[in-house]
């Protein structure tokens, strides 16, 4: 089975064998998908929408049967009352509250409806985790789309789980929360606890993510460290000058330069790993181009465009 981290001499924490998902209107989500996570690493499957990320969460987590394939958690198969279900903390799709009760109160009643006594062995780590302060005590309603993503998160800490499954946690949030979110699954990481999360967002998961899982349609498109991923790509510059047709004619004669495309207002330089942006100014400011711009692009989202193409992006 591969792997997107080291191999190790225990069984990964989640596992995905041969796993295909068929619905009654024919429609197939998921496609012999095969991947695996090991303790600790903090994963993110990447794909377009409908690319099957949300449907494998669903069945890893035992809320929906796959067609073939498997799923496993701490080395033992996934089925609805699996008891390792209770290690993990989830947040699939967005989370749901009562909007008139507080956030605590919607904590205390989450927990109690499966007969579990008050308070949790989490509460206290879950509420400094989420950072709410005395928000927690206000009516749901009043919170903001991120605070709301926070109390999510933060239920998803009550029983102190090793494993944490998300999908697509900072959907719909300003930059200011996405940011806070990204730094609260990096505090948890720091703590060591197992994460995979779905995402479209190619900078949330280069920012907080260990290891890459990437889907199209259904299919493992590639899987391995961000920084494995990066490797099969050059380096992609953006610059933006004075004179933009003379620079192109500059830069493409250069050696290790491997296209100069159009990126309004500027230029999108792909380059060989042993090329600097260095290199490109000098030789601009030797040609008497301005360079007023300079700066590297996301390389993940070069990766992923190449992987799942163009036109599937724009659908």
């Not at 720091?190 to 900078?203: I, N, Q």
Request: charged content about 20%.
């Amino acid at each position: 089975m591969p792997s997107v981290g080291p191999p190790t001499t225990t069984s990964p924490i989640i596992a995905v064998d041969g796993l295909s998902k068929r619905f009654s209107n024919g429609v197939l989500a998921v496609d012999d998908l095969t991947f695996a996570v090991e303790q600790g690493q903090v994963c993110g499957m990447l794909g377009p929408n409908g690319a099957g990320k949300t449907t494998t969460l669903r069945i890893l987590l035992g809320l929906v049967r796959p067609t073939e394939g498997s799923t496993s958690l701490f080395g033992r198969r996934v089925t609805p009352s699996a008891r390792e279900l209770a290690r993990v903390g989830t947040m699939i799709e967005q989370a749901a509250f009562v909007p008139y009760l507080s956030g605590m109160r919607n904590l205390r009643l989450w927990w109690e409806a499966s007969g579990a006594d008050w308070p949790p062995p989490g509460l206290h780590h879950a509420l400094e985790i989420a950072g709410l302060g005395p928000a927690i005590d206000r009516r749901v309603k009043t919170y903001s789309l991120g605070m709301h993503q926070r109390l999510g998160v933060a239920r998803s800490l009550l029983a102190n789980p090793e494993v944490l499954v998300l999908d697509e946690p900072t959907v719909g949030l300003d930059p200011q929360e996405m940011r806070s979110i990204r730094q609260l699954l990096q505090e948890l990481a720091r703590e060591g606890v197992t994460v995979l999360l779905s995402s479209h967002l190619l900078a949330e998961v280069e920012e907080v993510c260990t290891h890459v899982v990437v889907m199209d349609r259904g299919r493992l498109v590639a899987s391995g460290t961000v920084g494995e991923l990066m490797q099969h790509a050059g380096t992609t510059a953006y610059l933006e000058v004075g004179d933009t047709a003379r620079a192109r004619q500059v830069l493409s004669t250069l050696a290790g330069v491997r296209s100069v495309v159009e990126a309004p207002p500027g230029l999108a330089i792909e380059l060989d790993p042993d090329v600097t942006r260095a290199a490109l100014v000098a030789a601009l400011v030797h040609a008497e181009v301005q360079v007023e711009t300079v700066m590297q692009r996301h390389r993940l989202e070069d990766v992923f465009v190449g992987l799942v193409g163009e036109e599937t992006m724009r659908q």
